[in-house]
């Protein structure tokens, strides 16, 4: 995949070369709605291409979606999509001290055990799951501004006070469920508003985690579909990362934060992939990272089968 892009006004223009050789002209806005796509290497119509071809115009797409925010830094990737943010709550959980990434993922530890286990789930299963093990654990996960800097420690705390928190003495973590509604709904326009002073430029540092979701559950229902049962959130802006994990997790809680770091690793992968581009080597892993991703390295030869153990490894990229 290349790209350049060709102008930038109300709108940003690209001209994007897939793995086909195939050029495609695409305008977006600063906020990733693409408003123009030409090329003329598939015919125009989705319904006439085949999936192979559909699938190339898609990956054209999340590619010029992630060049201009890696040239331009406009937010015009979905973070839980977006390789730079995935990739910034990973090494965010592995700055978690002990007790702080048990506050954060004790609960979907013990959720995981308790299909091998004999513990109590901290969340029923949906009444809708037929098969308890073929359920996909889905907590969000959101990032925020760490208090270095006094300019930035001052924003933060100015908005806390503004809702009514201090964040010396806000500093213990508790579960979303043990909030009442009154401070979940100021919690969460808290971090609405936080959300919006974290740039680009943070994402290489300065960053840690400031809530995680309930367990959000992923299962096929009658349809065979994937539905998703939500939980509680402590914020409304948009999740930095969305974990996809099936129902299990090592013996020892002592492995669960390499376990999950390896997991979002399989994710940034899965997020360069989908893009027609072979990720950074750090990120050459094998297993299971996002679900619908999984389904796609099922579905087409061009992909490889990084999510199976005993799949189909090369080359990266068909």
């Not at 996960?141 to 100015?158: M, P």
């Not at 992909?303 to 090369?314: I, L, S």
């Amino acid at each position: 995949m290349d790209a350049i892009i060709t102008g930038e006004s109300e709108r940003i223009g690209l001209s994007v070369i897939d793995n086909n050789d195939v050029e495609h002209l695409i305008e977006m806005n600063e906020s990733g709605e693409i408003k123009y796509h030409e090329q003329d290497g598939y015919p125009d119509d989705a319904n006439k291409r085949t999936s192979e071809g559909n699938e190339h115009v898609n990956q054209a797409r999340r590619y010029a979606k992630y060049y201009v925010f890696a040239q331009r830094g406009y937010d015009t990737v979905e973070h839980i999509e977006n390789p730079a943010y995935v990739d910034a709550v990973r090494r965010a959980i592995a700055d978690l001290s002990p007790a702080e990434f048990k506050r954060y993922f004790g609960a979907l530890y013990r959720q995981l055990r308790s299909h091998h286990d004999d513990t109590e789930r901290p969340r029923e299963l949906p009444s809708g799951v037929r098969k308890p093990d073929a359920v996909v654990y889905e907590p969000e996960i959101y990032l925020g501004l760490e208090a270095v800097g006094e300019d930035v420690a001052e924003r933060a705390q100015a908005l806390a006070t503004a809702h009514g928190f201090d964040l010396e003495e806000s500093a213990e973590v508790q579960p979303v469920s043990e909030l009442s509604d009154e401070t979940l709904s100021r919690w969460k326009a808290f971090g609405d508003d936080l959300a919006a002073i974290v740039t680009r430029e943070d994402l290489t540092t300065n960053l840690t985690i400031t809530g995680v979701s309930g367990l959000h559950i992923g299962y096929p229902n009658r349809l065979g579909k994937h539905e998703v049962d939500e939980a509680d959130s402590p914020f409304t802006h948009q999740a930095d990362a969305r974990l996809s994990l099936l129902p299990y997790a090592p013996e020892s809680f002592d492995e669960f934060p390499a376990y999950l770091d390896h997991h979002l690793r399989c994710q940034v992968r899965d997020c360069f992939l989908k893009m027609g581009v072979v990720p950074p080597e750090e990120f050459h892993v094998v297993g299971f990272g996002k679900f619908r991703d999984s389904r796609r390295y099922d579905h087409f030869e061009m992909y490889p089968e990084v999510h199976k153990r005993d799949g189909n490894h090369t080359p990266l990229l068909g």
